[in-house]
């Protein structure tokens, strides 16, 4: 672990004690594990999210406590916490997962869309919903 994040933590820089100890315990491939597993990913799903290989996702979360600095915002986005929190700087409070991790995954990327692509897939979406609607109300 580099002395930058030692000593962040030693300072408490969240003031939260407790949880920064047992931060300490838990290696930055443990928590991103974790973090991943919370966020619904497979090492696959994460590293495609990321451009990487998803060797490098298991040996991001092997054993090593070097983080990989270029990639950590990055990281940190797809699994919806901040660089603190991947860190161990910033305790992760509990959230409830959605049903459909796939399914968010490829909402995130359609919010990536080009405005006019964005419009013909919610276009699309809003016609097979209305279509779905229609034979389940037995008016197809």
């Known amino acids: ?22 931060n300490l ?13 919370m966020a619904g990913y497979s ?21 090593t406590n070097r983080p990989p600095a270029h990639l950590l915002p990055a990281i940190a986005k797809a699994l919806g916490v901040s660089v603190d929190q991947l860190l161990g700087l910033a305790v992760v409070s509990a959230r409830k997962r959605p049903q459909n991790q796939r399914l968010v995954r490829t909402l995130l990327k359609v919010e990536r869309l080009s405005p006019r692509s964005r419009r013909a897939v919610i276009d699309h979406i809003n016609a097979l919903w209305t279509n779905e609607h229609a034979m389940n109300n037995g008016e197809g």
């Open 25 to 37: 315990q838990e290696s930055f491939g443990m928590r991103m594990a974790r973090l991943r597993q």
């Open 43 to 63: 090492q696959r799903a994460l590293a495609e999210e990321l451009g990487i290989s998803h060797r490098m996702v298991a040996y991001y979360e092997g054993e």
């Open 1 to 22: 672990m580099s002395w930058f994040i030692i000593q962040a933590m030693k300072n408490g820089r969240n003031g939260n004690h407790d949880a920064q100890k047992a």
